[in-house]
């Protein structure tokens, strides 16, 4: 894709000079400005979409751009047009939605709002923002890639952020209210790596954690006019502590945001020792500059890492022991995530940036399979984390494109049912008897209960087809008020091993929330780090579960013992551990981490897997390690 401004600034031929010519004359510009600022003055704010970390959407030209301790805003004047261009900084496709917006004084949406694609794309997009007031534009496929827009009526004091604001799902409320403070406080430690939550104490020994929000005024609700460095943090964080039982073999992380040496593209996968609590490992594969590790599986044989590749087009394959690079296979537009098929032991990946989930042989050899998620003619379903059942004939997929989620029949490779969903759904779990499964709305802040058959999704007494669980329910959004577990944004919804309990990462609120699968209600809620976002289970010694959290802006991962004391209920369930996921002096590496150590949490995966399906296929030396109950999670 060829920029417009840089083709304005280099061509030398009459055509393009007449072209500056007229648009100096338009806007009324002297003779005297260089020719930048004629080219700044097309597009009010360019965004140019890259892989990160960070400034995932950043401001590179345009009078818009502002250093107000991000790279990803832009304050602009009513009419500005804004540039978003997915070029040569990206390997892979994006979408530029738009999350939230202004509303007008009758309260009707910001003209041109809402904005969005059909489907993720390569080129540019550009949007004409009229209504004074805040905009956040979203990557439906990364929702961590922001750009804020503050449209800004130059005869009120302070910036506009408009008196509301309303997402994409229709939420609406006050510039004022607590989910509108906790979104700008979010966009503003998303968007610079500095603001990241640093718990290693040989770099941070007081464990602090600030946020500095610039001291401009901004103009909020009923013209009160407050500077937005109100909304700064400054606070202290948990440093590492270690789980007082062992787990059973090692916990892989994706440290998506890790730069190393060798590359220039971001990520690392890092292995933690659940017996000593050491990092031991830690895969760049700085020979395929991988990019963006985002999400993790492994064979039968508990031999190799499956690796997608979230900003390019691969999966690689590489040796779980020697970190040796085994493939690195071309699957499609952003790979999301990997998981077997307990029957074959072939390998599925969802195609985020598409419509399907390919099927791969075992060890990803080669292409058996595209398994589409929606039916001929529709609009791709951008299929984020899929599910597979215990028996290998059941996958699902929750599809952030189009606001549902497909049950495959694996056999055939056909659609057996698609139901609708909150907004933006991005991850399942499924209970290990496949008789329903969890969605994830990571706009809405909702779970979806989906039955697999019968209506097997608790409601009171009885069992219904289908039931929203609510993760806000005790929120006020406007003043903040909480009166029990809360999770907003949230992400990784896996179901326990023996089908107990449904632990959700929350993003936004930087919570852990537990569902218990018998009421289908939130139980239990625990604190977590910045972009709370992956969970999977993993044995632990002796009998019972962890389950194991990772954060994209922190460098730790938590240990979560859902049952202390054993009695199947998760309402004293605690975290009991804290691994910091930068590299030691024991670590095992293939490249040297340079910057954002260890940050960037995403995928988790336990070694052995402790799965009804999967536990069944380990390898002896894993089984010996293992309970009879653990290697039979359900009678
Ligand atoms: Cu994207």
Same mark, same amino acid.
């Given at each position: 894709?060829?920029?417009?401004?840089?083709?304005?600034?280099?061509?030398?031929?009459?055509?393009?000079?007449?072209? !500056?010519?007229?648009?100096?004359?338009?806007? *009324?510009?002297?003779?005297? %400005?260089?020719?930048?600022?004629?080219?700044?003055?097309?597009?009010?704010?360019?965004?140019?979409?890259?892989?990160?970390?960070?400034?995932?959407?950043?401001?590179?030209?345009?009078?818009?751009?502002?250093?107000?301790?991000?790279?990803?805003?832009?304050?602009?004047?009513?009419?500005?047009?804004?540039? #978003?261009?997915?070029?040569?900084?990206?390997?892979?496709?994006?979408?530029?939605?738009?999350?939230?917006?202004? /509303?007008?004084?009758?309260?009707?949406?910001?003209?041109?709002?809402?904005?969005?694609?059909?489907?993720? #794309?390569?080129?540019?997009?550009?949007?004409?923002?009229?209504?004074?007031?805040?905009?956040?534009?979203?990557?439906?496929?990364?929702?961590?890639?922001?750009?804020?827009?503050?449209?800004?009526?130059?005869?009120?004091?302070?910036?506009?952020?408009?008196?509301?604001?309303?997402?994409?799902?229709?939420?609406?409320?006050?510039?004022?209210?607590? /989910?509108?403070?906790?979104?700008?406080?979010?966009? #503003?430690?998303?968007?610079?790596?500095?603001?990241?939550?640093?718990?290693?104490?040989?770099?941070?020994?007081?464990?602090?954690?600030?946020?500095?929000?610039?001291?401009?005024?901004?103009?909020?609700?009923?013209?009160?006019?407050?500077?937005?460095?109100?909304?700064?943090?400054?606070? &202290?964080? *948990?440093?590492?502590?270690?789980?007082?039982?062992?787990?059973?073999?090692?916990?892989?992380?994706?440290?998506?945001?890790?730069?190393?040496?060798?590359?220039? @593209?971001?990520?690392?996968?890092? !292995?933690?020792? &659940?017996?000593?609590?050491?990092?031991?490992?830690?895969?760049?594969?700085?020979?395929?500059?991988?990019?963006?590790?985002?999400?993790?599986?492994?064979?039968?044989?508990?031999?190799?890492?499956?690796?997608? %590749?979230?900003?390019?087009? @691969?999966?690689?394959? #590489?040796?779980?022991?020697?970190?040796?690079?085994?493939?690195?296979?071309?699957?499609?537009?952003?790979?999301?995530?990997?998981?077997?098929?307990?029957?074959?032991?072939?390998?599925?990946?969802?195609?985020?940036?598409?419509?399907?989930?390919?099927?791969?042989?075992?060890?990803?050899?080669?292409?058996?399979?595209?398994?589409?998620?929606?039916?001929?003619?529709?609009?791709?379903?951008?299929?984020?984390?899929?599910?597979?059942?215990?028996?290998?004939?059941?996958?699902?997929?929750?599809?952030?494109?189009?606001?549902?989620?497909?049950?495959?029949?694996?056999?055939?490779?056909?659609?057996?049912?698609?139901?609708?969903?909150?907004?933006?759904?991005?991850?399942?779990?499924?209970?290990?008897?496949?008789?329903?499964?969890?969605?994830?709305?990571?706009?809405?802040?909702?779970?979806?209960?989906?039955?697999?058959?019968?209506?097997?999704?608790?409601?009171?007494?009885?069992?219904?087809?289908?039931?929203?669980?609510?993760?806000?329910?005790?929120?006020?959004?406007?003043?903040?008020?909480?009166?029990?577990?809360?999770?907003?944004?949230?992400? %990784?919804?896996?179901?326990?091993?023996?089908? @107990?309990?449904?632990?959700?990462?929350?993003?936004?609120?930087?919570?852990?929330?537990?569902?218990?699968?018998?009421?289908?209600?939130?139980?239990? *809620?625990?604190?977590?780090?910045?972009?709370?976002?992956?969970?999977?289970?993993? !044995?632990?010694? *002796?009998?019972?579960?962890?389950?194991?959290?990772?954060?994209?802006?922190?460098?730790?991962?938590?240990?979560?013992?859902?049952?202390?004391?054993?009695?199947?209920?998760?309402?004293?369930?605690?975290?009991?551990?804290?691994?910091?996921?930068? !590299?030691?002096?024991?670590?095992?590496?293939?490249?040297?981490? &340079?910057?954002?150590?260890?940050?960037?949490?995403?995928?988790?995966?336990?070694?052995?897997?402790?799965?009804?399906?999967?536990?069944?296929?380990?390898?002896?030396?894993?089984?010996?390690?293992?309970?009879?109950?653990?290697?039979?999670?359900?009678?």
């Amino acid at each position: 894709m060829t920029n417009p401004l840089r083709v304005l600034s280099t061509a030398s031929c009459r055509l393009a000079a007449g072209v !500056a010519l007229a648009a100096m004359m338009i806007l *009324g510009l002297s003779w005297g %400005q260089p020719i930048e600022l004629v080219q700044a003055q097309s597009f009010a704010a360019v965004f140019q979409l890259n892989d990160g970390p960070g400034p995932w959407f950043r401001c590179s030209a345009g009078r818009g751009c502002v250093a107000a301790g991000t790279q990803s805003l832009a304050v602009v004047s009513p009419g500005s047009t804004i540039r #978003f261009i997915g070029g040569s900084e990206t390997e892979t496709v994006h979408t530029t939605t738009s999350l939230l917006w202004p /509303l007008k004084a009758d309260s009707s949406d910001a003209d041109n709002m809402p904005f969005d694609q059909a489907a993720a #794309f390569r080129g540019a997009q550009s949007v004409t923002l009229h209504t004074a007031g805040l905009y956040v534009f979203v990557c439906k496929l990364h929702p961590f890639m922001l750009a804020a827009v503050i449209v800004d009526d130059g005869a009120t004091e302070g910036l506009d952020l408009g008196e509301q604001i309303r997402l994409v799902n229709g939420l609406t409320v006050p510039t004022t209210s607590d /989910l509108a403070a906790r979104l700008l406080r979010a966009f #503003f430690v998303i968007t610079n790596p500095q603001n990241y939550q640093d718990h290693n104490p040989a770099t941070n020994p007081g464990f602090t954690w600030q946020v500095n929000l610039p001291a401009v005024p901004v103009r909020v609700t009923g013209g009160l006019v407050i500077p937005l460095s109100a909304l700064s943090i400054d606070t &202290t964080l *948990g440093g590492p502590f270690t789980p007082a039982f062992p787990g059973v073999g090692e916990v892989w992380v994706d440290t998506e945001y890790e730069n190393t040496a060798g590359k220039k @593209k971001p990520g690392t996968a890092t !292995a933690v020792d &659940t017996t000593t609590w050491q990092v031991t490992k830690k895969a760049a594969l700085p020979q395929i500059n991988m990019n963006n590790p985002h999400n993790m599986w492994t064979d039968r044989d508990q031999k190799v890492i499956y690796q997608t %590749q979230w900003f390019s087009n @691969k999966l690689a394959v #590489f040796d779980r022991e020697t970190l040796k690079l085994l493939r690195n296979v071309n699957v499609g537009h952003a790979p999301a995530h990997v998981m077997t098929r307990v029957d074959t032991d072939q390998v599925h990946v969802s195609v985020n940036g598409d419509g399907h989930v390919i099927e791969l042989s075992p060890l990803a050899g080669h292409v058996d399979r595209r398994i589409p998620v929606q039916f001929q003619g529709e609009n791709p379903g951008h299929p984020h984390a899929h599910t597979m059942s215990f028996d290998g004939h059941t996958m699902v997929t929750p599809n952030s494109n189009t606001a549902d989620s497909t049950r495959i029949d694996v056999l055939s490779g056909t659609i057996a049912d698609k139901t609708p969903t909150g907004t933006l759904p991005i991850a399942t779990g499924m209970m290990p008897d496949a008789t329903k499964y969890y969605v994830s709305n990571y706009v809405d802040s909702t779970i979806t209960c989906i039955s697999i058959g019968a209506p097997s999704c608790k409601s009171g007494a009885g069992t219904v087809a289908v039931k929203t669980i609510n993760l806000l329910a005790n929120y006020n959004p406007v003043t903040g008020a909480v009166t029990g577990p809360i999770g907003g944004l949230p992400i %990784q919804t896996p179901v326990s091993p023996h089908g @107990k309990w449904v632990i959700t990462a929350n993003t936004l609120t930087a919570t852990i929330t537990i569902i218990d699968t018998a009421t289908d209600e939130l139980v239990a *809620g625990l604190p977590c780090s910045a972009g709370c976002h992956g969970v999977n289970f993993g !044995a632990k010694a *002796g009998g019972g579960y962890y389950a194991y959290v990772s954060s994209k802006f922190s460098n730790d991962l938590l240990v979560v013992n859902p049952d202390p004391n054993g009695d199947g209920s998760a309402v004293d369930a605690a975290v009991v551990g804290r691994v910091v996921l930068v !590299a030691g002096v024991g670590t095992f590496t293939d490249d040297t981490p &340079t910057l954002n150590k260890g940050m960037g949490g995403q995928g988790v995966l336990a070694i052995p897997l402790p799965y009804l399906g999967w536990v069944q296929n380990l390898p002896q030396f894993w089984k010996d390690q293992l309970t009879p109950e653990q290697q039979q999670p359900i009678p």
